[in-house]
């Protein structure tokens, strides 16, 4: 199993720009989640989904938006990239049967916004 | 609202001691569960340790335990015998599970040195 996978790795933008990061499992996980994380801010909730077709906001949505048209596929588009959401993108997805499960990450994405 | 603090920005700990990282929660929510996750430089995340909320015991797991005080709505992670390779990023996060639609936030971490 590949677990989590995260595609690309790595980016660069220039302002305005637009792009999709891609997340799939292969775990057959219920719940996905896109955080990014900022040097002394730990990990942020930007969206997440309870299951294919659905999606909900986290605590960072704005600039964001996403789609969970699979179950083992969760999308994270940028329509027109700023500075601020450099960052790394981490994935991850949890089974969804219980709360006690842990969230399976990806290995995560750098962006950087010119 | 549901909110994760961490207070301390980086640890010093010499080698072979113990340390407990602190991790204070709020939450309306009377189920929920918490968990610790380890980042090393390489980037990942590895989870290491949960703690229910309706749990009896603190958790532990090898080196790791939870100092678990439900009424003061603290999660603090303990790692005994320190070894150089938990030189690392540490992040609690918290799920609710009635309220939180198994969301789960993170705290801003605890960087952690262990010195030899």
């Known amino acids: 199993n590949a677990g989590v996978t995260q595609t690309p790795k790595f980016r660069v933008l220039k302002t305005g720009q637009s792009m999709t990061l891609l997340c799939a499992q292969d775990?057959?996980?219920?719940?996905m989640y896109w955080y990014r994380q900022d040097p002394g801010m730990g990990l942020r909730l930007i969206h997440y989904?309870?299951?294919?077709?659905?999606?909900a906001k986290g605590e960072v949505p704005d600039g964001y938006n996403v789609s969970r048209l699979k179950k083992q596929n969760f999308l994270l588009g940028l329509e027109s990239a700023a500075p601020s959401q450099t960052s790394v993108y981490f994935c991850?997805?949890?089974?969804?049967?219980?709360?006690?499960?842990?969230?399976?990450f990806g290995p995560g994405t750098r962006l950087l916004v010119l | 609202a549901q909110k994760i603090t961490q207070t301390q920005p980086g640890m010093f700990v010499q080698e072979k001691e113990a340390v407990t990282l602190d991790c204070t929660y709020d939450?309306?929510?009377?189920?929920?569960?918490l968990f610790w996750y380890k980042q090393p430089s390489s980037g990942e995340m590895i989870f290491l340790i949960y703690?229910?909320?309706?749990?009896?015991q603190n958790a532990t797991e090898g080196r790791y335990s939870l100092n678990f005080q439900k009424a003061r709505k603290s999660a603090n992670l303990v790692i005994s015998a320190s070894q150089l390779g938990d030189s690392a990023m540490y992040f609690c996060?918290?799920?609710?599970?009635?309220?939180?639609?198994?969301?789960?936030?993170f705290g801003a971490g605890t960087r952690l040195f262990v010195k030899a």
């Open positions: 991850a997805s949890s089974p969804g049967t219980s709360g006690q499960e842990t969230q399976y």
């Open positions: 775990m057959n996980h219920e719940y």
């Open positions: 989904s309870v299951g294919e077709g659905t999606t």
């Open positions: 939450t309306s929510d009377p189920s929920y569960g």
């Open positions: 703690q229910g909320s309706y749990d009896q």
């Open positions: 996060a918290m799920r609710e599970l009635n309220t939180g639609g198994f969301k789960t936030i």
